[in-house]
Every structure is written in C-alpha cells, then in structure tokens.
C-alpha cells in the first residue's frame, strides 16, 4: 500500500471496508444467512433450519450441480485449447491481422451472452450440424463464451515470454514441435490456469443457457432461477451456496496447481 502515515492507512482501510461490505461481502453474507431461514424478520432471513439444504443435496438438485460441473470442465478445456492454440498462431501475426484475431475472440464478450445463446440456436439448429436438443448445444455456448479469456490470458503471457529460452533448445537441435512441448507451453503453465476463470464463469452461467438448455440437461443456475421465480427464495438460496461452494472448491484447486507451476 502506497500510504506510509499510519492515520491515512486506516483511513484507506476504513473507506474500503465501507465500500467493499455493502458492495460485495454483504449480499453473500445475506444469501448465506437466507440459505439457513424459513422467513424474514425484518430486513434479515431467520427461522434456523438445515432443510433447505437437505433439497439442495439431492435428487434434481444434485444432478443439476453433476450436469453444471461436467458443462463447465468440457467447456474449460476446449476454450483453453482453442484459446491457446489460437494465441500461439496469433504470436507470430503482426499488424491489422492480429488485432483481427483479438477482436475476433472478444466479440462474445462485446455483446450480452443472450446474443451468444442466440446465435448458436440459429446456427445449431439444422443438418449438418444439428445440436439442438442436445447437450452438446449448451456445451458449446459456453465454450464461445469463455474461449476469450483463455485467448487473453496465454496471449498476455507470450508477450512476456522469454526468447531465449526457446532459442537455446533451437541452437541446440531441438525440433519446433520439441520445443513447443517441452519449453514454451511449460513456460506458459501459470497462464493455463485461466481454465480456472473460464470454470467459474460456465458455472454461473444463465441467459445463454435459459435459451438452449434440453430438459434432460438442466445445469444448476437454471434451478437457482426457477427456484427464486416461483417464490422458493429460501431454497434457491441453499441451491447458490452449493454452487458457489463447488465453483470455489474448484478455484482453490486450480490456484494450488497455478502456484506450483509458477514455482517450477
């Protein structure tokens, strides 16, 4: 912190704790609260009870969390391929046409992810590529979805990559693919953990979702939804808690790997 009296730190210190808790702490803490309580009391949930969990871990709910993680793994994985395979080639454009291939990867960001879920209806909708219907069709929503972060994310790591590396193990013989496997992608292992980011946000995932999800692959902000829409408040509560447990459980796993690959 770049404030050396001791009076100006607490001062920075209260004016953040003063917008943090309002901001971000204090919903959580209430949705929380309001995934223990049967009814209001005033402006806080109360009536202790642990049912709404006991419906939040089971049955549909609990296929609901299977469906949402598997969604968002599959998702993870093929943006952060596509992300990094499209970095890569994009490292060695220069001009107007890497600006393109940038542009090109945050457009679905640039517009609502309602958009998105839109446009692949329309374009998943027919033979030969007919995903509508299917589970496939949710997958890749999110894939075009979180394929931006990924891109990102390994690209700002090639900027600041090291050459020299790479041409040692050319000087000394090494194959292109040899040094692509073995020396640059190791060196861009702490960027690969944006898989991480891209889990996360498949997670909490619903507009696009809202539009193509079939019955038989209802992920869980879809129940989080239905649950608040038709006055469940509380429970919808407990089914947002699980999921934001699994999100975080997943995160703490990834930032463990990130901190090991960057210790390599």
């Known amino acids: 912190m770049l404030v050396h009296s001791r009076k100006a730190r607490w001062a920075v210190w209260a004016v953040f704790l003063v917008l943090f808790l309002p901001l971000f702490a204090l919903p959580l803490l209430v949705l929380l609260g309001a995934s223990f309580a049967t009814h209001w009391s005033g402006v ?28 968002a793994a599959t998702a993870s994985l093929l943006a952060l391929t596509a992300g990094t395979w499209a970095a890569l ?15 090109l990867f945050v457009l679905p960001l640039a517009v609502p992810s309602v958009v998105v879920g839109l446009s692949v209806l329309v374009a998943y909708s027919q033979p030969p590529l007919l995903l509508n219907g ?50 640059r992608l190791p060196l861009l292992l702490p960027s690969l953990t944006a898989a991480g980011l891209c889990f996360a946000l498949s997670m909490g995932e619903l507009s696009a979702t809202m539009m193509l999800y079939p019955p038989d692959w209802t992920p869980l902000p879809v129940l989080v939804h239905a649950a608040t829409d038709r006055g469940a408040l509380f429970t919808g509560s407990a089914v947002a808690v699980v999921l934001m447990a699994a999100t975080l459980l997943v995160l703490s796993a990834v930032s463990r790997v990130r901190t090991r690959a960057s210790y390599r």
């Open 44 to 71: 806080l949930p109360s009536g202790p009870t642990a049912a709404n969990f006991r419906t939040a871990t089971r049955g549909e709910t609990l296929q609901a969390l299977g469906t949402s993680l598997v969604t």
């Open 89 to 103: 080639a994009g490292a060695a454009l220069r001009g107007r046409y890497r600006r393109l291939l940038d542009a």
């Open 134 to 183: 299917t589970r496939w069709i949710v997958i890749v929503a999110h894939t075009v979805l979180v394929t931006a972060f990924a891109h990102q994310s390994v690209s700002a790591a090639l900027t600041r990559l090291d050459p020299s590396y790479e041409q040692a193990a050319a000087s000394l013989g090494a194959r292109p693919s040899y040094v692509l496997l073995r020396v």
